[in-house]
T-cell receptor
């Protein structure tokens, strides 16, 4: 399977614990995105990497969230001191550098986080 | 604040009918438009992209773009029960940002 992969697929944690998710993009894609999606809503942008550089970060993202993409390959998203409001599907998407404005993103299967 | 509006539905159509899904956007300089299908509990799957005014057809799907009126639509011909899903509209604006704004999606139900 050469698509975007995410691990774990499901994570249940207790409030206050730290969690880390991993995303492996499509191999030739240099752009990687993290989104959060809650029931009945569209994906909400969290952060974006081009190669290893984190170029944009949503103002909605608290300092409990951090993301990395060492060496411009896989990426990790860490949430510290989880809260019940963090419960959501965390989606990763990747794209390749093409024509301006025509960036097509391909999504991974997502990691569903439940904070008890 | 860039906004993408979709009727949340559900839109219910009989099998074999044409389903019409609509999306409006607020940013006049938007350049790229995408339709994703999302089954319950799954991640979004790209159906179509469109960049120029007019129609773009791909199998049973047709995307229609009208930049002057700031709307984009998706038509699904010969709707099948397997088309039952939430359809997300996503819009990229000009200016170098590759971050699309997503609508909340329209739920489509195709009943036999």
């Amino acid at each position: 399977d050469t698509g975007v992969s995410q691990n774990p697929r499901h994570k249940i944690t207790k409030r206050g614990q730290n969690v880390t998710f991993r995303c492996d993009p499509i191999s030739e894609h240099n752009r990687l995105y993290w989104y959060r999606q809650t029931l009945g809503q569209g994906p909400e942008f969290l952060t974006y990497f081009q190669n290893e550089a984190q170029l944009e970060k949503s103002r909605l993202l608290s300092d409990r969230f951090s993301a990395e993409r060492p060496k411009g390959s896989f990426s990790t998203l860490e949430i510290q001191r989880t809260e019940q409001g963090d419960s959501a599907m965390y989606l990763c998407a990747s794209s390749s550098q093409g024509q301006a404005f025509s960036d097509t993103q391909y999504f991974g299967p997502g990691t569903r986080l439940t904070v008890l | 604040q860039k906004e993408v509006e979709q009727n949340s539905g559900p839109l219910s159509v009989p099998e074999g009918a044409i389903a019409s899904l609509n999306c409006t956007y607020s940013d006049r300089v938007s350049q790229s438009f995408f339709w994703y299908r999302q089954y319950s509990g799954k991640s979004p799957e790209l159906i179509m992209s469109i960049y120029s005014n007019g129609d773009k057809e791909d199998g049973r799907f047709t995307a229609q773009l009208n930049k002057a009126s700031q709307y984009v639509s998706l038509l699904i011909r010969d709707s099948q029960p397997s088309d039952s899903a939430t359809y997300l509209c996503a819009v990229n604006s000009a200016g170098g940002s590759y971050i699309p704004t997503f609508g909340r999606g329209t739920s489509l139900i195709v009943h036999p």
